[in-house]
């Protein structure tokens, strides 16, 4: 099993928010889902930006992390809803 994988287990079997942000700022993208709106995930090195889509309407951030304290979705941050979002790929 190699570092890549390690992390992304993490991601997945504990929901761990400094897995998404490793994985993110190291070129992995996350599709998820919340109450029905789809989300999206990723980082540009190239702008140093982090986006996020949700229902396909893209949000820039600073940073992963924050995008994580900031983004919404129907009125709760991200980091708030954090244990309802199912995820679904990691690219």
């Known amino acids: 099993m ?3 994988e390690l992390i992304e287990n993490e991601l ?3 929901k761990s928010i400094s897995a998404l942000i490793w994985l993110i700022t190291h070129g992995r993208e996350l ?3 919340y109450e029905g709106h789809s989300i999206f995930i990723a980082f540009s090195a190239s702008k140093n930006k982090a986006s996020i889509w949700i229902d396909k309407e893209e949000y820039k951030f600073d940073s992963v992390e924050n995008l994580i304290q900031s983004a919404q979705i129907d009125g709760y941050r991200l980091i708030d809803i954090w244990n309802n979002i199912e995820f679904e790929y990691l690219y």
């Open 2 to 4: 190699d570092l890549y």
């Open 12 to 14: 997945f079997d504990k």
């Open 31 to 33: 599709e998820a889902k």
